[in-house]
């Protein structure tokens, strides 16, 4: 298992996938999220991070329009293939790196780091969901909604996880060097 969550190993090549993980964040959010918003006047499926009813998905799919799915089946959901991934990899990877001088929290750290695939995961369910929802059109089924709406919410409590355990470690991993520092300089 920690051959998955060690990878890549090398801060620079971690940058590199928060890099990426942050520019499809932010051609989402700014480019086909904003978009999705300004036709339907609703927050797109993925933007609802504690679920959603029947009737809110009913509502956003009809407000959507033909226009409004076509857009989210072609150009938000390929985006959104892409950045659960990228962010797992940028989670897990960076947790382990920092875990690495940590001790026995660095165990725990790297634990939380599985987290991150998890959530992943279940972006991933949340995006097929969401794309059998837009295909039903006003056919949806409320059992598809239910089991998208705990997807996302799953995503977002793990989520939340990952990125709180991420403050975490970086907040210790800075206090730990900045005491190295006083200590060099009280030893020179």
Do not use: H
Request: charged share 15%.
């Amino acid at each position: 298992m920690s051959n998955i969550l060690s990878f890549p190993q090398q801060g620079s090549k971690i940058l590199l996938f928060w890099g990426a993980a942050l520019f499809v964040y932010f051609l989402m959010i700014l480019g086909t999220l904003a978009e999705l918003e300004r036709i339907a006047g609703l927050m797109a499926f993925d933007m609802r991070p504690a679920g959603y009813s029947y009737a809110d998905a009913l509502a956003l799919i009809s407000a959507l329009g033909e226009e409004g799915r076509r857009i989210y089946l072609m150009r938000q959901i390929p985006l959104d293939t892409l950045y659960p991934a990228l962010l797992a990899i940028s989670c897990a990877s960076s947790l382990f790196w920092l875990s690495r001088s940590f001790g026995l929290t660095g165990q725990w750290y790297r634990g939380v780091a599985a987290a991150a695939y998890l959530a992943a995961i279940a972006d991933y369910a949340e995006n097929g969901l969401i794309v059998w929802m837009l295909n039903a059109g006003s056919g949806l089924p409320e059992t598809l909604v239910t089991a998208a709406s705990l997807a996302t919410l799953s995503k977002s409590i793990l989520s939340t996880i990952v990125f709180a355990t991420l403050l975490i470690a970086l907040t210790e991993f800075a206090i730990r060097k900045i005491r190295r520092k006083i200590r060099r300089r009280r030893e020179a």
